[in-house]
């Protein structure tokens, strides 16, 4: 395999890099490559270069519902966070797929625009959001999403309607069809900026009394069980404060697991069974993650 540092000298690409250094858990192993494109035509290229030489391509934005096992990653690893440009037209706010979704709702909310207010503290970049279908507070990423472009894994670029994404929840069609997300577009509603921004801060201020925002984190780890909230199982079964290794399912919110000290992929997997194996001998209840586990073991 050719070096991919010399392969592509116009693009920033380290080798062995410790994932632990960009993931919100603190934790990974190192990707073989990782690259940061910083346009559309270099993601083509390294897209089109995998896909040639048969090398396992991986992409993240910020990393943030997300484990990347202590082996690492293999092949190469796309982070798209310098793809960020943020525009506004009318009442539509398209952005790039690694800009965040919180830069995404302030740009919504200095132009006035209502409708993505729910997302104003989901720390996850734009590709995420699509590909999972991120939502927070009664609000979904399908409800205010126009299209969005994809890079398909042949190489060529597709629009898809909010009806072709094939939402669900925490899924999307770029599951399925291991696209590339590029951009999205919003479409929103005109409103009053004083009323859009009371309503953030509340969120923000909700989401800062209830969730561990100081320590590290995945994020919330479990998808919701049909008629019940993996939270309140979870706290129900005895298991806030349980903890492996360095870490810990938390003392302030159950349904996340935080890193008090240190701790590794293989820690957060542990105290994840441990915790689905409970709540199961306990009420019968089969907790499915949401958040993504990745890497090499």
Sequence with gaps: MANLITEFPEIDIKQDEPLMNYTYTHTGGPADWLAFPE?????????????????????????SNLIVRDGGINGLTIILTRLNKITVKGNQVTAQAGASYIDTTIAARDHSL????FAAGIPGSIGGAIFMNAG???????????????????????????????????????????????????????????????????LNERRAAKQPLDLPSCGSVFKRPKGYYAGKLIHDAGLQGYTHGGAQ???????????????????????????????????GVDLETEVRIIGRN
């Design 114 to 117: 209502t409708g993505i207010e």
């Design 249 to 283: 399912v938390s003392t302030k919110h159950a349904g996340f697991i935080v890193n008090i000290n240190h701790g590794t992929a293989a820690d957060y997997v542990a105290v994840i069974h441990h915790v689905q194996k409970t709540v199961k001998e306990k009420f």
């Design 136 to 202: 927070a507070y009664g609000g979904e990423t399908q409800f205010v999403v126009t299209d969005a472009t994809v890079m398909l894994p042949d190489g060529t670029i597709k629009h898809f309607d909010n009806q072709g994404l094939d939402f669900g929840y925490r899924h999307s069609c770029v599951q399925d069809n291991h696209g590339v997300v590029l951009d999205a577009t919003f479409t929103l509603k005109p409103g009053k900026f004083a009323e859009i921004k009371a309503k953030m801060d509340d």
């Design 39 to 63: 346009s559309v035509d270099q993601v083509k290229q390294l897209v089109d270069y995998v896909r040639e030489h048969q090398m396992p391509l991986t992409v993240l934005g910020n990393a």
